[in-house]
């Protein structure tokens, strides 16, 4: 089964980003085949040092992912995380005492230098370093004590997609060696992408409700909500449209206000507790009489203005986010290229950011 976006000339806007959309399956399979060992290596060595605490380190996407891994450390494991403020070291100075703490510092180029100088005092203070990377040759990776490949190949549209999926699947994998697990529950992942990915037609006609937004909603709890806030930067970086992210908890202590009849919200609601979680909001927003759009299960989609329904029948709920976000990708492109944009190439971005 092949993916259907659509074939363009190779001149068109967006055939770089199509393009490495639809490599997503054999990145998820080359990470299981070939990455898998050496992951489940790298988790035992760090389980050995028995850290007590987690912090998480990234930028832009690659912060989506970290939040993530919050969850599953949090959730799977019971170690308590934080999402680092490199500031506090790169432009005040602050020495943290972090013996036995693991800094995990996720970046696809490994080159951003605040990401490299939080790592390497990191470490100087104490910590088990561990980077998770698209770069074994980063200077990221050199700093680090430990490193991650996440395997997915050059990426050269600026918005990144196979890179955001292969972070969490490595990410994935690395909790589950933590916690003597072998991962196998991702095994399926790769042939689930691809079935997800042939159904570009459903996307693409999703698409024309949003060609003339001015604003857009994302929203979800628990394991979902990394891949709100992930899909609300696809959207911006690529169509301009400024879309808001927000946990469920949060749109509902405030943001809700803003929410009307003509409000579209992008709802991923996950099979689980996360989903459950998140019904007394989805009451809300249809009480509001809000355009919403479910990406989530059947029986959820069914109940929606719109939707994208997930084959998620015996995926675990904290492996669901590698799936919920590939319409959500398709959907940033699919939007763009409506717009007259081209989604390869965002004005003003750098495919490597080099904050301080």
């Known amino acids: 089964m092949s993916a259907t976006i659509p074939d363009r000339h190779s001149e068109q806007p967006g055939r770089i980003m199509s393009g490495e959309i639809v490599e997503q399956p054999a990145v998820l399979r080359r990470i299981l085949d070939e990455g898998g060992p050496k992951i489940r290596e790298i ?7 028995k850290p007590r605490f987690v912090l998480l380190t990234a930028r832009g996407t690659s912060d989506n992912a970290a939040l993530y891994a919050k969850y599953l450390l949090e959730v799977r494991l019971g170690i308590p995380c934080g999402l680092t403020s490199m500031s506090t070291t790169t432009a005040y100075g602050a020495q943290p005492d972090l013996t036995d703490v693991l800094v995990i510092t996720v970046s696809q180029s490994g080159g951003s230098p605040d990401l490299v100088a939080s790592t390497k005092a990191a470490r ?26 996440v395997l ?24 589950e060696g933590l916690r003597g697990g072998d991962g ?14 042939a159904r570009g037609a459903e996307v693409k006609q999703l698409a024309g409700r949003y060609r003339f937004a001015e604003r857009m909603v994302l929203t979800s709890r628990g394991y979902g909500y990394p891949t709100a806030k992930e899909a609300a930067l696809k959207l911006m970086e690529t169509s301009y449209i400024p ?10 202590h405030g943001p809700l206000a803003m929410i009307d009849a003509i409000s579209p919200v992008i709802a991923i609601v996950t099979d689980g507790k996360g989903g459950e979680a998140l019904q007394p909001v989805l009451e809300r927003l249809r009480g509001r009489g809000a355009d919403l759009v479910v990406i989530g299960g059947e029986a959820e989609v069914a109940k929606a203005s719109a939707g994208f329904a997930l084959p998620t029948d015996g995926v675990p709920e904290e492996l669901q ?12 492109y699919e939007v763009t290229i409506a717009r007259g944009q081209d989604p390869d190439a965002p004005r003003a971005l750098a495919k490597v950011t080099e904050t301080r």
């Open 124 to 149: 100087e203070a104490g910590a088990i370093t561990l980077a998770v990377t698209n770069n074994a040759e980063s200077e990221l990776a050199a700093v680090s004590e430990f490193h991650i490949d």
């Open 321 to 332: 986010p590698i799936l919920e976000i590939l319409p959500l990708q398709l959907l940033a």
């Open 184 to 197: 196998a529950a991702a095994a399926a992942l790769p042939d689930l992408a691809q079935r997800i990915l």
């Open 43 to 49: 988790a035992e060595a760090v389980a050995a040092k």
């Open 243 to 252: 879309a808001l992210s927000y946990s469920g908890a949060d749109l509902l």
């Open 152 to 175: 997915a190949g050059p990426e050269k549209a600026l918005p990144a997609t196979k890179t955001y999926t292969a972070e969490l699947l490595a990410l994935y994998l690395f909790v």
